[in-house]
C-alpha cells in the first residue's frame, strides 16, 4: 500500500471537514482485502467476494450511474466505495450532490490507500462518511421538495450483506419521511403559520406556557393515548385506572374517549390546518387544551377548562412569538407527530413513568385507527387483483368529511382522494413489536426514531409501549396495559395553579417595531421590481439576449440577494414570509444550465413574481398587526 497515497487522501478529507479522516487514522484494519486483476481490470475480493462485477467493473458503474436522474438537484447517494468505480464515475458526471457512505472502515481504508481520490474528495458537491447519522445529515443539507436521494450501489455490496442494505434502505425511507415533512413546513407553511400566530394573539396571551407547571405531577404515572386500533382493547383498563393516571390524549382519539365517557386530564392538538371536526359536538369544558401558537383559530374556539401554550422549538416559527412574548422554548419539542408532543408534556409535568396507548404506528389486521376515533373509515387490505395492499375507505362520504371543514362537496371528495392516493404511495413495512414485517405509511414510519429517540434524550423515565402488536419503538418496553398500571396510586389533586402574566406593553412594542421593520423592504422589492420590467422590455425589443440584457440580469440578482438573503437574515419575519418563493428560485437559478432567451425570461418572471407576492405579503400581514394590536 502507499503510504503517500492514503497521506494525500487523508489530507484532502481533512481539507473539506469530514469527520472520518480521524477515525481512519486511528483505525487497526481487522480484515484484509485482496486486490485482484482480471480482464484488465482491478478489483476486490473481501472475505472471498468481489466488491465489483468480475468481468467490467467500470462498465458497471457507468451503467448503474446512467440510469439515473442526473439534474443540478439530484442527490446521489453511493453505498459502498470498494475501489472507487462508482464513486469515481458520479464525482465525475454528477451535476448535483454525490454523498459516499461506506460503513466499513476496513474497505475505505484499504481503498485510501491504492487509489488516489484527492481529485473528487476536494470537490464542493462531493461528501464522504462511514456513520449513517451524518449520511443523513448531508441529505438533509442538500435536500428539497423536489429532490429525494437515489441510492446507488453494486449488487455485491447489496449481496454482501443483504440484512444491512435492506435496514439501511429502511432507516432511508423513514429519514426521508421526517425531511420531507420538516420540507414541507420549510417551504409551504411559514407564511400561513405566520398569519396565525399573528391572528391567534389575542387569544394566546391568555394562555399559559405549560412549562410553568414543570414536576407538577412528578413522580406520577402518565398514558399518552392515542387513535391507533389497540386502544379499543385498552379502553376498559383505562376506566380501571383513570383515577390513578395522567391522561393525556391527542385530538384523534377523543370522540374514541368521550364514546366510553373518559374525560382526559388534557387533549393536545397541534394542527395548522382546521381539524376542529375531530373535536366537534364533545362537551370539553373539563379538558384542558394543549396547543401551539400558529395552530388554527377554530381550535381556540370551543369552550375548555382552560389553554395551555406548548411552543416548540424545533418549528422556526415559533421563534416569532417568543422574541414577541420573551418566553424561553427551550423545553418544548415536537417532532411532527403530536404524540411527540404529548410525551413531552408528561415529560415537563415531571411524570416518571409514561405510557403509549393506541401508538400502534401501523395497520393492525386492516384497520387503521380506533373504530370510534374520526378516521374509523380508513381499512387496510390485500387487493387481489392488484396483487398489494391497499388503503381505502370503508364510508368514503363519512372519510371526507373527517378531513376538514370544507363547504364545497367538490373540495372535500378531491382532498379524500388525494389523501387516499398519497396513504398508498406511501405505503410500506416496518418492524412490528412481534418480529414480523407490517404494513404502514411513510408518515407513520417517521415517528418511529423520533419517538426513540426521546427516551435516549431523557432516560430517567420508564417508556411503556402497550399496543404489542404494532410497530417496534426502541426504548420502550413492550407491557401490556394492565401490567404497566397495576402499581400506580391514585392522584387527589389536578389542579393547575399560576399567577403567570405576559408583558402586554411589550409585547405591543415588540409587535409594533416588527410591522415597521418590513417596510425598508418594500424600497428594495420596487427596486428589484423595476429592474425585471426593464429586462422584460429588452427582451421583447431585441428578442435576443444582448450583453445589456446579461449586464441588467446580474443587477436583477444581486437586487434579489439583497433582498432574499441579506435582508432575510436581519429580519427574522421577513425571512418566514417568503422562503417558500426563495426556495421555488433558488431551485429554478440551479436548474438554469446556460442563458438562453427561455430560461432568463424564465428567471426574470420568477423574480418578478417574488418581488410582487413579497408585497402581496408585507401588507398583507402588516394588516393583520394592525388589526390585532386594534383588538389586544
Known amino acids: 500500500m502507499n503510504n503517500n497515497v492514503f497521506e494525500n487522501n487523508i489530507n484532502a478529507l481533512k481539507a473539506r471537514g469530514f469527520s472520518v479522516a480521524e477515525k481512519l487514522?486511528?483505525?487497526?484494519?481487522?480484515?484484509?482485502?485482496?486486490?485482484?486483476?482480471e480482464n484488465n481490470f482491478y478489483n476486490f475480493k473481501y472475505k472471498g467476494k468481489y466488491l465489483h462485477n468480475a468481468i467490467n467493473p467500470l462498465g458497471e458503474a457507468i451503467e448503474i450511474f446512467s440510469m439515473c436522474e442526473n439534474t443540478p438537484v439530484t442527490i446521489h447517494l453511493i453505498y459502498g466505495l470498494g475501489l472507487g468505480y462508482l464513486f469515481q464515475v458520479a464525482a465525475a458526471k454528477s451535476q448535483g450532490t454525490v454523498i459516499l457512505y461506506e460503513p466499513d472502515l476496513n474497505i475505505l481504508r484499504t481503498a485510501l490507500s491504492v487509489v488516489n481520490f484527492t481529485s473528487d474528495i476536494i470537490k464542493n458537491n462531493v461528501f464522504i462518511t462511514n456513520d449513517f447519522t451524518e449520511a443523513c445529515e448531508f441529505i438533509y443539507q442538500k435536500s428539497n421538495m423536489k429532490n429525494t436521494p437515489l441510492l446507488l450501489s453494486t449488487t455485491a455490496y447489496r449481496e454482501m450483506n443483504e440484512e444491512q442494505f435492506n435496514n439501511m434502505v429502511s432507516e432511508l425511507q423513514q429519514t426521508v419521511g421526517r425531511f420531507s415533512l420538516d420540507l414541507r413546513y420549510t417551504q409551504e407553511k411559514f407564511y400561513p403559520l405566520i398569519l396565525k400566530i399573528i391572528g391567534n394573539i389575542p387569544k394566546l396571551i391568555n394562555e399559559i406556557p405549560i412549562l410553568e407547571f414543570k414536576d407538577r405531577y412528578k413522580g406520577k404515572t402518565a398514558?399518552?393515548?392515542?387513535?391507533?386500533p389497540t386502544l379499543d382493547r385498552n379502553i376498559e383498563t383505562i376506566k380501571k385506572y383513570r383515577d390513578n393516571i395522567v391522561l393525556i390524549t391527542v385530538g384523534t382519539a377523543m370522540k374514541t374517549l368521550n364514546k366510553h365517557g373518559i374525560i382526559p386530564d388534557f387533549l393536545c392538538i397541534i394542527e395548522a390546518n382546521d381539524c376542529s371536526k375531530q373535536i366537534a359536538g364533545l362537551d370539553l369544558k373539563d379538558v384542558n387544551f394543549i396547543t401551539e401558537p400558529y395552530s388554527n383559530p377554530n381550535l381556540r374556539k370551543f369552550e375548555f377548562k382552560k389553554t395551555y401554550s406548548h411552543v416548540s422549538q424545533n418549528l422556526p416559527v415559533n421563534s416569532f412569538w417568543c422574541n414577541l412574548s420573551g418566553i424561553n422554548n427551550d423545553e418544548y419539542f415536537s417532532k411532527g407527530t403530536v404524540s411527540y408532543t404529548a410525551l413531552n408534556v408528561a415529560r415537563i409535568l415531571g411524570c416518571s413513568k409514561i405510557v403509549l396507548v393506541g401508538q400502534d404506528l401501523a395497520y393492525i389486521k386492516g384497520q387503521c385507527y380506533s373504530k370510534d376515533s374520526a378516521y374509523k373509515d380508513l381499512v387496510c387490505e390485500y387487493n387481489k387483483s392488484l396483487k398489494k395492499w391497499e388503503i381505502t375507505a370503508k364510508d368514503f362520504e363519512n372519510f371526507?368529511?373527517?378531513?376538514?371543514?370544507?363547504?364545497?362537496?367538490?373540495?372535500?371528495?378531491?382532498?379524500?382522494?388525494?389523501?387516499?392516493?398519497?396513504?398508498?404511495?406511501?405505503?410500506?413495512?416496518?418492524?412490528?413489536?412481534?418480529?414480523?414485517?407490517?404494513?404502514?405509511?411513510?408518515?407513520?414510519?417517521?415517528?418511529?426514531?423520533?419517538?426513540?429517540?426521546?427516551?435516549?434524550?431523557?432516560p430517567d423515565r420508564e417508556y411503556i409501549n402497550t399496543s404489542l402488536v404494532g410497530a417496534q419503538i426502541d426504548g420502550f418496553n413492550n407491557i401490556p396495559l394492565e401490567e404497566a398500571l397495576k402499581d400506580s396510586n391514585a392522584i387527589e389533586n389536578r389542579e393547575l395553579i399560576s399567577e403567570f402574566k405576559y408583558d402586554m406593553q411589550s409585547?405591543?412594542?415588540?409587535?409594533?417595531?416588527?410591522?415597521?421593520?418590513?417596510?425598508?423592504?418594500?424600497?428594495?422589492?420596487?427596486?428589484?421590481?423595476?429592474?425585471?420590467?426593464n429586462i422584460n422590455n429588452d427582451i421583447k425589443r431585441y428578442k435576443n439576449i444582448t450583453?445589456?440584457?446579461?449586464?441588467?440580469?446580474?443587477?436583477?440578482?444581486?437586487?434579489?440577494t439583497a433582498l432574499s438573503y441579506d435582508f432575510a437574515s436581519k429580519n427574522m419575519l421577513f425571512d418566514f414570509i417568503t422562503t417558500a418563493e426563495r426556495i421555488e428560485i433558488d431551485y429554478e437559478m440551479k436548474m438554469t444550465k446556460e442563458f438562453t432567451l427561455d430560461s432568463v425570461k424564465n428567471i426574470v418572471n420568477k423574480i418578478l413574481e417574488y418581488a410582487n407576492k413579497t408585497e402581496e405579503k408585507i401588507n398583507k400581514v402588516s394588516g393583520e398587526i394592525d388589526r390585532v394590536l386594534g383588538e389586544i
Do not use: W
Open 25 to 37: 487514522l486511528k483505525h487497526v484494519l481487522s480484515d484484509v482485502l485482496e486486490l485482484v486483476k
Open 507 to 533: 409585547i405591543k412594542d415588540n409587535l409594533f417595531k416588527s410591522k415597521e421593520s418590513l417596510k425598508p423592504a418594500l424600497l428594495l422589492v420596487d427596486g428589484v421590481r423595476k429592474l425585471a420590467k
Open 400 to 458: 371526507c368529511n373527517s378531513l376538514g371543514n370544507y363547504e364545497s362537496p367538490e373540495k372535500r371528495k378531491r382532498i379524500a382522494l388525494e389523501r387516499l392516493k398519497n396513504l398508498n404511495a406511501s405505503l410500506y413495512y416496518v418492524k412490528g413489536i412481534q418480529g414480523d414485517m407490517i404494513p404502514t405509511e411513510s408518515v407513520y414510519s417517521a415517528f418511529i426514531q423520533p419517538l426513540s429517540e426521546f427516551t435516549q434524550m431523557y
Open 547 to 560: 450583453q445589456e440584457i446579461l449586464k441588467n440580469l446580474k443587477k436583477l440578482t444581486t437586487g434579489y
Open 223 to 228: 398514558v399518552v393515548v392515542s387513535a391507533g
